[in-house]
């Protein structure tokens, strides 16, 4: 407790606000990966970081909380990556195939990211937190997630020409598709890959309508 009023009141700014939350989500994040979500309390995050429990809880409510910021931020830093590369005058598979690339790039370079929102079986992970709004409740992590295949959604729907079942089967499948590859990259490690650039290049010329 002594430790925490003394980091309330020194000038040390990098200590404080802002950069204390994002301290805890980047701690938290390395335990959630490790050892799951179901594993890991807020105690073991407080711990880790340096602070007390109720001084974690000036940041965030509970694990479920960071849990879910932790979802919404890897969903919007993917969606944003494959934004930067869905434009341009190319036929739509060969945008498509860039995303790919976009998406097995970040998986790859942010693994732990990557587990938390895509990887980890857990109730109470990145289950829905409503929040409460003018137009109902609203969960933000499935928001970010929909958000995000939305960028997909929408370069097949350019695609076939029309917004309909078909479209959504086509954009879920082409979703799952490189989600199995960098599923299995990234939990079997050990396995004896071929060479990983060839392997991707494979994967991603596979990818059709």
């Known amino acids: 407790m002594v430790q925490d009023l003394a980091e309330a009141v020194d000038g040390d700014g990098r200590r404080r606000g802002g950069n204390r939350r994002a301290q805890i989500l980047d701690v938290a994040l390395k335990l959630f990966a490790q050892k799951g979500m179901a594993q890991v309390t807020t105690r073991q995050i407080a711990q880790e970081v340096g602070i007390s429990q109720p001084s974690l809880y000036a940041h965030f409510r509970s694990a479920d909380e960071i849990a879910a910021e932790l979802c919404v931020r890897a969903f919007g830093a993917l969606a944003e990556a494959m934004g930067r590369v869905a434009g341009g005058e190319t036929s739509p598979i060969e945008r498509?195939?860039?995303?790919?690339?976009?998406?097995i790039d970040f998986a790859l370079d942010q693994p732990d990211m990557y587990r938390v929102a895509f990887m980890l079986e857990d109730p109470r992970g990145c289950a829905p937190h409503g929040i409460e709004t003018e137009d109902g409740l609203v969960d933000p992590v499935l928001a970010a997630g929909l958000q995000c295949f939305a960028?997909?959604?929408q370069v097949v729907v350019e695609h076939v020409g029309s917004d309909d079942e078909r479209a959504m089967i086509l954009a879920q499948s082409t979703w799952a598709h490189v989600h199995g590859l960098v599923s299995l990259l990234i939990a079997r490690d050990e396995f004896p890959?071929?060479?990983?650039?060839?392997?991707?290049?494979?994967h991603l010329g596979r990818m059709s309508f």
Request: overall charge neutral; hydrophobic content about 45%.
């Open 151 to 153: 960028c997909m959604h």
């Open 193 to 202: 890959w071929a060479d990983r650039e060839a392997l991707i290049e494979e």
């Open 96 to 103: 498509l195939r860039r995303m790919g690339r976009a998406y």
